[in-house]
């Protein structure tokens, strides 16, 4: 059983669409990678500015025990949708003061960890020291959620799937005019061969397509055509003189002298 042909556009629609993928794809991961590198690091050093901020305008109130004027400076945080918790601990390791963002106070954390800003539990956060001098007063820590990077995340998927759908368009349009340029010379061999074929004329010629690697095809295409036609025609001639043969031997009525008559008209 015959295995079924594919069409040879389907063939080159296809390797078009699976090149252009690929490229596509490799890109758009390019570029969401560095975005999404970028705009972490972006989030870390803009927490740590504010941190810094708001660790240089506590020192007084941890200074003087003043936790009222700490927690003005923390709700100073409200500016930034972003931070969901923060508190300010004393150098003892005691909560301060505190900014909840609609969240529990056992949000905060009881004991803190080293100096820096990390992303755990799906969150950023930072913790800062608050110092004076070389005294170290206590320790700010903030929380910032994820949400600008998600809905950058987001902007940056739609963006992609616009680029990738008008750039699929761009190639398919693109291979349609490739496709013809690419399957004219191959449809006007496929014709010339069927007019062969049809019509046993060997004198039909492939025309030239302009492209250099279809011209030598057809250039080979024209001589084997001119070989076949060369060899018809000796073939042609052969017959001929065969039957001329046949009509003087029953002519004379001489068979016993038809290898000399054949010498004498070959």
Same mark, same amino acid.
């Given at each position: 059983?015959?295995?079924?042909?594919?069409?040879?556009?389907?063939?080159?629609?296809?390797?078009?669409?699976?090149?252009?993928?690929?490229?596509?794809?490799?890109?758009?991961?390019?570029?969401?990678?560095?975005?999404?590198?970028?705009?972490?690091?972006?989030?870390?050093?803009?927490?740590?500015?504010?941190?810094?901020?708001?660790?240089?305008?506590?020192?007084?109130?941890?200074?003087?025990?003043?936790?009222?004027?700490?927690?003005?400076?923390?709700?100073?945080?409200?500016?930034?949708?972003?931070?969901?918790?923060?508190?300010?601990?004393?150098?003892?390791?005691?909560?301060?003061?505190?900014?909840?963002?609609?969240?529990?106070?056992?949000?905060?954390?009881?004991?803190?960890?080293?100096?820096?800003?990390?992303?755990?539990?799906?969150?950023?956060?930072?913790?800062?020291?608050?110092?004076?001098?070389?005294?170290?007063?206590?320790?700010?820590?903030?929380?910032?959620?994820?949400?600008?990077?998600?809905?950058?995340?987001? #902007?940056?998927?739609?963006?992609? &799937?616009?680029? =990738? !759908?008008? +750039?699929? *368009?761009?190639?398919?349009?693109?291979?349609? %005019?490739?496709?013809?340029?690419? #399957?004219?010379?191959?449809?006007? &061999?496929?014709? =010339? !061969?069927? +007019?062969? *074929?049809?019509?046993?004329?060997?004198?039909? %010629?492939?025309?030239?397509?302009?492209?250099?690697?279809?011209?030598?095809?057809?250039?080979?295409?024209?001589?084997?055509?001119?070989?076949?036609?060369?060899?018809?025609?000796?073939?042609?001639?052969?017959?001929?003189?065969?039957?001329?043969l046949q009509h003087i031997t029953r002519a004379t009525g001489d068979r016993q002298d038809l290898n000399s008559i054949f010498l004498v008209v070959w």
């Amino acid at each position: 059983m015959a295995t079924p042909s594919t069409p040879i556009r389907r063939i080159l629609m296809r390797m078009i669409f699976l090149s252009s993928g690929v490229v596509l794809a490799v890109t758009s991961a390019a570029f969401c990678t560095y975005e999404a590198v970028t705009f972490r690091n972006a989030n870390i050093e803009q927490l740590q500015t504010l941190s810094k901020v708001i660790a240089s305008n506590s020192t007084a109130a941890l200074a003087f025990d003043n936790s009222e004027d700490a927690t003005a400076v923390l709700t100073a945080l409200k500016a930034n949708p972003h931070i969901v918790a923060a508190a300010l601990y004393d150098a003892q390791g005691e909560v301060f003061a505190t900014y909840l963002h609609g969240l529990p106070a056992s949000r905060l954390p009881a004991h803190l960890g080293a100096p820096g800003y990390s992303f755990e539990h799906g969150a950023l956060i930072g913790i800062q020291p608050v110092a004076q001098g070389s005294q170290q007063l206590g320790t700010l820590y903030v929380e910032s959620d994820l949400g600008a990077m998600y809905t950058r995340a987001t #902007l940056y998927g739609l963006i992609v &799937l616009l680029v =990738t !759908a008008s +750039a699929l *368009s761009v190639a398919y349009l693109i291979s349609r %005019r490739l496709q013809y340029q690419l #399957l004219r010379p191959i449809q006007a &061999l496929a014709a =010339t !061969a069927k +007019a062969v *074929s049809d019509r046993n004329d060997y004198t039909v %010629r492939a025309a030239p397509t302009g492209a250099r690697e279809f011209d030598v095809f057809t250039d080979a295409f024209n001589q084997m055509l001119t070989r076949i036609q060369q060899s018809e025609g000796k073939l042609h001639a052969q017959l001929e003189r065969l039957g001329l043969l046949q009509h003087i031997t029953r002519a004379t009525g001489d068979r016993q002298d038809l290898n000399s008559i054949f010498l004498v008209v070959w």
